[in-house]
Each structure stands twice: as structure tokens, then as C-alpha cells.
């Protein structure tokens, strides 16, 4: 089940860079950056209570301003405004009711996304409560006063936020087909790909509105099987702030990602592989999704004998957190290498299911250990009572030992290589949960 989106919206400085910190840093648990990416604090998987989400951070929503920076936070908020599930809608209890505040919400009444209204900076009930009322004229529903900075109210907030939970994700998890999000920096091709696969593969449904976003996804057939494509292009900048078009294309990421079995991650042959790619690419690392590689514009690239090895090199160096992923050179223009495309996202798919029996698994971890023998501390040496597979998507193992402070990460790493060599895995990250048992109780 994907995990709901949570977006954090509101005009300019009423607080939502510190809110979504509190949240993220202090109050929830964070999904731990990915090794080797610098991540922009534009979104944290979280949880609460028994719910876990995806928050987003926004640029401050501000409705008539022409200047140029405003334009682009009121874009990126609106973007989130699509994607998200849930929308908390911050406002200021010390500024007061702004009219600013009035025409966002007309926005987030037109989007028909469940809104729950926050009044920020109540550092004490009993002297702003009076204030806090004032927001009612919003039409949003009862406010709820919270202090940010002072870390109040905020667990009514989320018990706001996760009663919007539950529905909708029932008409999502009853469509089976496989869901590929084909994601991307813009204008690297993620349409051009869409419209090839559709191009030659017959459409059987497009355009169908998600079922629980905005977004549009297209319906494609191959070799009798159906599969659902998210495409997140549709970024059309009129300007070139660099750093603006990067927040957009990680939040549209993110909410096709969180949809998505396996995600397409698009790189511009013709420009090599940049930081950005490996923040994109970061995020279905995290979330455990199939990934496939696609190096597009392939067409473009002079070539000799060693170009596609060194391309495959520097991708592989550039996101070295993920050296399981596939990798497919194509151009979408000439169509070269594009009927490949969905034999790679059937093992991919195939991978991410792939179930190994107990018995086999820990034969292949016991020859890992006579073969390279487990760390030791202090005269105290790791022992391996027993490994199991307990879920797929991705595959996820936990492994019993005697000691969880002696299992180092480069062991776990030895012994993800030993079970990808024995069985493949490929275009799938594989998770090791560490559970300690005594030796009485193994």
C-alpha cells in the first residue's frame, strides 16, 4: 500500500519550514538519508501513531504576486495541492486573518482535498485562543492552535491529519496491474517515452484520471498483460531558476513513486548523470521500489567502442547506492532499444515478488560464513543463528544473530552480494531487518 502524501500549505512566512523540521526531525521518525545522496529537506517519510506518510514542504502560496520567486513558490505549492492526500493549511495567529489567507483557501476549496486548518505561533492557549477563533470565517473547519517553535498542539494536528487516512486507498490497492512511474529531471524524455509505448504497444484505456491523485496515468498492453504508466513530465517553466524546477520535479517524484511498483528512472544520455538524477533516484532507493535505469536521447551521443561502458561507469559511480539497478541506453525519437524496455520491467517485477525458501536461504548464508568469517569484538564473535524472508516488494529478510552491535553494515553488504549471487535480484533493493536472540533461545 502506498504510504498518503501530506503537503504543508500556506502563504509566506506563517512558519511551514519550521513545522515541517518539528515534524520531521523531532516528533517522527525519518527514513535515513540514502548513502552518498545530499537530499533538499523538501520531503520526510514519517510516522504517527500507527500511520506512516509523506510530508512536503512548500513554498509559500502567494495569489496575485507577479514577482518571480512568489510565481514559483505559488506553482510548487499548487503542485503539491495536486499530489498530495492530505493538506495541512498553516496560517498565523500573530499576523492574523490575512486576505492572503482567504484566497488560499479558495485554492485548497477547489481542489477538493481534505484540508486541516492550523493557526501557528499559540505559544500560549489562554492568551491567543480569542485570536484562534478569528479563522473560522475561513469556511475550513475548526482551527487547530498549535506553536511550532514551542512544540504545541502538535499531536492534535496529526490526529487531524491521519482521520483522512483511510479513505481511498481501497479503490487503489483493488487494481493489480503493475504501476511504473517514470520519473525524471524535465525534458529528459519521460513523454517522449510515454508516447512511444503507447505509440506501439495499442492503447487500451489513456487518460484515466489516478485513482486517488490527480495525475494522469495511461493504460498500456504487452504480450497480454496490462500496465499502468504514471508520467510526471509536465513541467513548462518560463524561466530558468534552477533550483525552483528542481523542488518541482522531486515532489511530482515523490507522489508518483509512493504509486509506483517500479520506477523508470530517466537520465539525458546526451548530458551524463548530475547530482539531481541520484536525488531522484534516491527516492524509489528509499522506498524499496524496482528500479530501472533509462538512458535516453541515446541517439544523440557520438559514439566508439567504449562510450557505452564508460556511461554505465559513471552512472554506476554517480549512484552508487543502488548497484543493483538495470540500465537501458534508448532513444525514444528513433525508437531504438524501446521494445526492450518492458522485458527489463518484467524481471524487475518478477525480482521484486521473488520469495526464497528458509532452508535454501540459510544454506546460502551458512557457505557466506565458512567462507569469510563473521567480525569479533573484544574476544566476542558474531554468530548467525538463522536468516528468513519475511515480505517482498522489496524483498526483505531478517537475520537472528547473538549480537546486533557486532553485525558491521560491510558484513550485511557481504552477505546481500552472496544471496544476489545465488539468486539474482536484479532491479530490486533487498532489506535486512537485525533481530538478537540468545543462544539458548536460537
Known amino acids: ?26 516528533m517522527i521518525s525519518i527514513v535515513q538519508d540514502t548513502p552518498g545522496v545530499t537530499r533538499d529537506r523538501i520531503y520526510a517519510d514519517c510516522t504517527w501513531l ?15 504576486s507577479k514577482d518571480i520567486i512568489l510565481s514559483q513558490m505559488r506553482e510548487q505549492a499548487e503542485i503539491a495541492i495536486q499530489t498530495a492526500d492530505v493538506i495541512i493549511f498553516l496560517t498565523d495567529v500573530r499576523q492574523g486573518l490575512q486576505d492572503a489567507d482567504d ?11 481534505p484540508v486541516v486548518l492550523a493557526v501557528n505561533k499559540v505559544d500560549s492557549f489562554e492568551k491567543f485562543m480569542p485570536d484562534v477563533y478569528e479563522f473560522y470565517s475561513l469556511g475550513m473547519g475548526d482551527p487547530v492552535p498549535i506553536s511550532s517553535a514551542s512544540r504545541l498542539g502538535l499531536g492534535d494536528l496529526l490526529d487531524k491529519v491521519v482521520e483522512h487516512f483511510q479513505a481511498g486507498n481501497d479503490e487503489e490497492e483493488a487494481d493489480e496491474r503493475p504501476k511504473i ?10 513523454s517522449s517515452i510515454v508516447n512511444r509505448l503507447l505509440g506501439e504497444n495499442r492503447v487500451i484505456v489513456s487518460d484515466v484520471a489516478g485513482t486517488t491523485r490527480d495525475a494522469i496515468d495511461s493504460v498500456v498492453r504487452y504480450h ?13 517553466r518560463k524561466n530558468k531558476i534552477k533550483e525552483e524546477i528542481e523542488r518541482f520535479s522531486i515532489i511530482r517524484a515523490v507522489s508518483a513513486v509512493e504509486r509506483a511498483d517500479l520506477a523508470l528512472i530517466v537520465i539525458d544520455a546526451s548530458e551524463g548523470v548530475t547530482e539531481q538524477d541520484a536525488k531522484i533516484a534516491g527516492i524509489a ?12 536521447k541515446w541517439d544523440l551521443v557520438a559514439k566508439d567502442d567504449h562510450t557505452m561502458k564508460e556511461h554505465t561507469d559513471n552512472i554506476r559511480q554517480v549512484l ?7 540500465i537501458l541506453f534508448i532513444s525514444a525519437e528513433t525508437g531504438q532499444r524501446i521494445g526492450k524496455l518492458f522485458e527489463y520491467i518484467d524481471v524487475i517485477l ?6 526464497i525458501a528458509t532452508g535454501v536461504l540459510n544454506e546460502i548464508v551458512a557457505e557466506a560464513v565458512a567462507l569469510q568469517q563473521p567480525p569479533s569484538d573484544k574476544g566476542k564473535r558474531l554468530k548467525i543463528f538463522y536468516t528468513t524472508q519475511v515480505s517482498v516488494k522489496p524483498p526483505t529478510f531478517v537475520v537472528f544473530v547473538n549480537d546486533k552491535e557486532l553485525l558491521h553494515f560491510s558484513y550485511v553488504r557481504y552477505l546481500e552480494n552472496r544471496i544476489r549471487e545465488a539468486f539474482g535480484f536484479r532491479g530490486t533493493a533487498l532489506r535486512f531487518l537485525i533481530r538478537e536472540r540468545k543462544e539458548k533461545d536460537s
Do not use: C
Open 1 to 26: 500500500m502506498s504510504k498518503p502524501i501530506v503537503a504543508i500549505v500556506g502563504r509566506p512566512n506563517v512558519g511551514k519550514s519550521t513545522l515541517f523540521n518539528v515534524l520531521a526531525g523531532e
Open 50 to 64: 500507527n500511520y506512516s506518510f509523506t510530508l512536503i514542504d512548500t513554498g509559500g502560496i502567494e495569489p496575485e
Open 103 to 113: 484566497k488560499v483557501a479558495d485554492i485548497l476549496r477547489r481542489s477538493g482535498k
Open 181 to 190: 512511474a517514470i520519473i525524471g529531471k524535465p525534458n529528459v524524455g519521460k
Open 224 to 236: 497480454k498483460r496490462e500496465y499502468v504508466l504514471i508520467d510526471t513530465a509536465g513541467i513548462r
Open 285 to 296: 532507493h528509499d522506498r524499496g521500489k524496482g528500479v530501472l535505469i533509462v538512458v535516453n
Open 320 to 326: 552508487s547506492f543502488m548497484p543493483y539497478a538495470e
Open 350 to 355: 518478477a525480482n521484486q515478488s521473488m520469495r
